[in-house]
């Protein structure tokens, strides 16, 4: 018999290691307790080289990185903004800030992010459309060659959300620098950590300068507090930037943990009726952050989900997410479900949804016969986010594969 786990398994937690104490201390001790300072000014320049970007602005989170890159992209009330459709809501909520109207482009199953076809039926059919918002899910670069060309062709700002993705590379280039405009987060959940925090990433010095005025309330050069644009208080504390500063020389680390997790993962489950979530072997190089799963469509078993409540109904032989992720919450170890899509946010209920049939929302549940429309519903209902913590030990992961193999028995 499996026993419950005594300390919770997390789906990815924060990992420190000492340097983030040392540089918080140093903070401290100078009295740079402020939002300027040593350490913001050592993560800019080291995020920089690492993504391989001219330059980067230290902000308060990821959303407020991506807040300043709608402004950067000049998005309007009124105007409409191509989003990836199933991601967190942080990608697009900032469209909504700035007044615009976001408009969902469904992914695709090669690596289950914005769908290029989706997105050029998109164009054609909103061909006014000025800024596309692509996120990178879980750590795997989405057909950046593809998505680039198709706004190219429609002369689109690119707003790239790399929030999930820092240190994936696609072609041998960073993501993050893919865009015009990009961010990332140190959020306590994602790969490296400042417990908070993001970063806009940009090589265009003009738009990274506006970002510094905006985020510290819009100072004009003045002896006074003058101010001719609306300013934000966006600026990273300093003592957030020795956290990041500390785990920034871990991330190759954290990546090669992440990567073993999802190995073990992927041969733990060669026998059953699953895949992990995928990625273009030959061009990109994921930094793994958390091992997804999706169930073969004939191995899942009944589920029905409302905007609240989940039931199921157990199978020999098959299984759903629900019934997986309830049986591990019982044995004390936390997955979670895949981003349920924006097109089924009620938040988001009236916005318009491109499928590459065209109007997703005249034709959602017809994947069923399709097979080709609306994905994101699909692998919101077949798939799921697996444990993914770094410290996770090999013989924990093993009972966890257990367990999940048990929902199948
Ligand atoms: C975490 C995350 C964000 C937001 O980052 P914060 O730092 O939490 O504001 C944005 N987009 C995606 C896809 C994320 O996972």
């Not at 420190?16 to 401290?28: F, Q, S």
């Not at 300068?209 to 510290?216: A, E, I, L, P, Y």
Request: overall charge negative; aromatic content about 10%; glycine content about 8%.
């Amino acid at each position: 018999m499996i026993e419950r786990f005594e300390n919770k398994i997390w789906l990815s937690s924060p990992t420190m290691h000492g340097e983030e104490l040392e540089y918080v201390k140093e903070a401290y001790e100078t009295n740079w307790m402020s939002t300027v300072g040593a350490n913001i000014n050592e993560v800019e320049k080291q995020i920089c080289e690492k993504v391989g970007c001219k330059y980067a602005v230290a902000l308060s989170a990821g959303t407020a990185a991506l807040h300043m890159a709608v402004k950067l992209a000049g998005v309007k009330p009124g105007d409409m903004v191509f989003c990836s459709d199933m991601t967190f809501d942080a990608t697009v909520n900032p469209v909504v800030y700035e007044g615009g109207i976001p408009v969902f482009i469904d992914i695709e199953y090669d690596t289950w992010n914005m769908d290029p076809i989706a997105l050029e039926k998109a164009f054609e059919i909103y061909p006014e459309v000025k800024v596309v918002v692509v996120a990178h899910l879980y750590g795997v670069p989405g057909k950046i060659d593809e998505i680039k060309k198709v706004c190219k062709k429609h002369h689109a700002i690119i707003i790239e959300d790399a929030a999930e993705s820092l240190g994936a590379s696609y072609k041998g280039v960073q993501t993050g620098s893919f865009g015009d405009y990009n961010a990332i987060s140190f959020n306590g959940n994602k790969i490296i950590t400042g417990s908070s925090g993001g970063m806009l990433l940009t090589d265009d010095i003009v738009a990274a300068n506006k970002v510094r005025k905006w985020s510290t309330q819009s100072r004009e050069a003045a002896p006074w507090y003058q101010h001719e644009e609306l300013g934000y208080n966006y600026r990273m504390s300093n003592v957030i930037a020795g956290v990041v500063r500390g785990q920034i020389p871990h991330l190759e680390e954290h990546i090669a943990q992440k990567k073993a997790i999802y190995e073990r993962y992927k041969e733990g489950f060669k026998d059953l009726p699953v895949s992990m979530n995928p990625f273009d072997e030959e061009n990109s190089i994921p930094n793994y952050w958390l091992s997804c799963m999706i169930i073969d469509s004939d191995a899942m078993c009944q589920q029905v989900r409302d905007d609240s409540k989940a039931l199921y109904i157990s199978e020999k032989g098959k299984s759903c997410p629900t019934e997986i992720l309830e049986t591990l919450a019982k044995y004390n170890a936390e997955g979670r479900p895949i981003w349920k899509p924006m097109h089924m946010q009620p938040i988001y209920r009236m916005n318009p949804f491109i499928t590459r049939n065209g109007n997703g929302r005249a034709n959602t549940n017809a994947y069923i016969e399709s097979g080709t429309t609306d994905v994101g519903a699909d692998i919101f209902n077949r798939g799921l986010c697996l444990p993914s913590d770094n410290k996770m030990t090999k013989e924990q992961q093993d009972i966890i594969i257990e367990i999940v193999k048990g929902c199948f028995e």
